[in-house]
């Protein structure tokens, strides 16, 4: 090795510096900047590392040069890297203070550890220049599908050979059925580049969503044109997946475009993925219709949304329920990773005693608060009655109207809601000073006898106690937990208040306070009030 270099003549040098360029994928300055420092440390060795020594190596000519760089200064504190301003003089009559000096040093011969040196501070540099270069093209191919050869497999973790560069399927991303063997080529989908310790880590994936929305803009022209849109993938992989999209022009079928002539575009995307089962499944921008399309193959009867928990309750026939749910749920869960709701199935039978049950709450409800018998109290309800508040909000003529009932009863159970609502906001109020929610909080708009309790229960006792409060502490959060939503119940909820309402109940307590000013928008609007 320390002959080798000693007689290495310049051009052998640009040659050796173009051969690992060219073999690495990286820069041959790169290549060259590694065998300056190489020079650089060698030199030091040499003539002292006190020195500040560079070593340049000229890319036409291959000329190495090496330099001692001595800083003008007025006193000289070190000689190794220092020179007084008088010396510098005579040799650059134009040296200033702060300037460099450089000081031509005669090449030195390599010996046999400073040679060894030399090129264990190349390889490093390189490999390090390698890394970086492998890093830099894979971190622009996030999202893409990439294909290589299975260089090896490791206690089910699959590294793929990619030509310049190595990934990794690890056990979780690889599929259930699927039986690796070194040589095989395999196709997968880059999810994540990251720089690591022992250099650039590929992380592949075949169980991801995305790598069958993918395999299908491979497979369908019309998704690689963006005619047809993937909006949403869904898989239980190597079983089933479900796979929502849409078409941009209405001449076309986006459902169809997917399946292909006699399935063949579906049929290529379920071989790719060892055999799992595809729904494909058109997107539509109302909840319950979608809701609907990704529970198939089972028939709806009916829907009901409740927007504000992403919540949607799905009627079926009683011998659908089980087509509905699918084998260890797998339907439904697919269908609510789909569509991003939580979907909650029950048969009409079971639809049929819950409203029985709400119904019979509603009439307990009325016997307890009117003082009157059951029969009363069904009628009321069956009415579309809902609280004995709406009792005393509509015209007496109005319940009246009831079959049944005259303008005698309608007063009478008139008077009877109120009274109740008298009682109820006397023990509310005693509720209230006795949790010392303030007066403050009382007199702010909005707020009923009910939710002052509910507040003070949770602790926000003043305005600006209720001021400081975020949307989520009034009205609880959802968060979302192996597919599964989890509510978390807030300070008002089950008071029917919306977030829009809670939102503008809180900015108004802070502009009540002085916190922040009234938005620009309301001043127009006081203005033409005054």
Request: hydrophobic fraction near 40%; glycine fraction near 6%.
């Amino acid at each position: 090795m320390a002959n080798s270099a000693v007689s290495a003549n310049r051009l052998e040098l640009l040659q050796i510096a173009d051969a690992v360029a060219r073999e690495k994928s990286i820069d041959k300055a790169i290549v060259l900047e590694a065998m300056e420092e190489a020079i650089t440390k060698a030199a030091k060795a040499r003539y002292g590392a006190e020195n500040e020594i560079r070593a340049e190596i000229d890319a036409r000519t291959g000329e190495t040069r090496l330099n001692r760089l001595l800083q003008v200064v007025e006193k000289v504190e070190d000689d190794a890297k220092q020179i007084s301003l008088a010396e510098a003089a005579k040799r650059n009559p134009a040296a200033q203070v702060g300037d460099y000096i450089a000081e031509a040093l005669p090449p030195i011969e390599f010996g046999r550890i400073a040679a060894q040196s030399a090129k264990q501070t190349i390889v490093q540099k390189v490999r390090d220049a390698e890394r970086e270069r492998m890093y830099d093209e894979y971190k622009d191919r996030i999202g893409d599908i990439i294909s290589g050869l299975i260089k090896r497999v490791e206690y089910g973790n699959v590294i793929v050979d990619l030509g310049r560069g190595e990934g990794i399927i690890r056990r979780d991303e690889t599929l259930p059925r699927e039986t690796p063997r070194q040589g095989d080529r395999i196709r997968a989908y880059v999810y994540d580049v990251r720089r690591e310790q022992r250099g650039p880590q590929i992380f592949l994936s075949r169980t991801h969503p995305q790598f069958m929305a993918k395999l299908f803009g491979q497979e369908v022209p019309e998704i690689y044109d963006g005619i047809v849109e993937v909006v949403s993938v869904a898989r239980d992989p190597s079983s089933r997946a479900k796979i929502a999209v849409r078409s941009k022009d209405g001449s076309i079928d986006p459902v169809g475009a997917c399946v292909g002539m006699r399935g063949s575009r579906v049929q290529a995307v379920v071989n790719e993925l060892q055999g799992e089962k595809i729904d494909i499944i058109q997107w539509s921008p109302d909840v319950a219709s979608f809701v609907v399309n990704a529970l198939a193959p089972a028939e709806v009867a009916k829907v009901v949304l409740d927007e504000e928990a992403e919540r949607i309750e799905v009627v079926v026939p009683d011998e659908q329920l089980s087509l509905a749910i699918g084998r260890r749920g797998q339907n439904v869960r697919l269908a609510s990773q789909l569509t991003g709701w939580d979907i909650d199935i029950m048969t009409e039978a079971e639809e049929s005693e819950r409203r029985q049950k709400e119904f019979a709450t509603r009439t307990a409800r009325f016997v307890e608060a009117l003082d009157v018998d059951e029969t009363l109290a069904q009628l009321l309800a069956s009415e579309g009655f809902d609280k004995v508040e709406e009792l005393t909000l509509v015209d007496a003529h109005e319940i009246a109207s009831i079959e049944g009932l005259d303008d005698a009863t309608a007063e009478e159970l008139q008077t009877r809601a109120r009274e109740y609502l008298e009682r109820e906001a006397k023990e509310l109020e005693e509720k209230r000073i006795a949790l010392g929610v303030k007066d403050d909080l009382k007199a702010f708009e909005g707020l009923t006898p009910a939710m002052l309790v509910a507040l003070g229960e949770k602790g926000i006792k003043s305005l600006e106690d209720f001021a400081d409060c975020a949307t989520d502490d009034l009205i609880g959060w959802n968060e979302r937990k192996n597919g599964e939503t989890v509510k978390h119940a807030g300070a008002l909820s089950g008071h029917d208040v919306s977030s829009a309402e809670a939102q503008d109940m809180i900015m108004k307590a802070r502009v009540q306070l002085g916190w922040i000013e009234a938005p620009a928008e309301a001043a127009p609007a006081e203005e033409a009030a005054n």
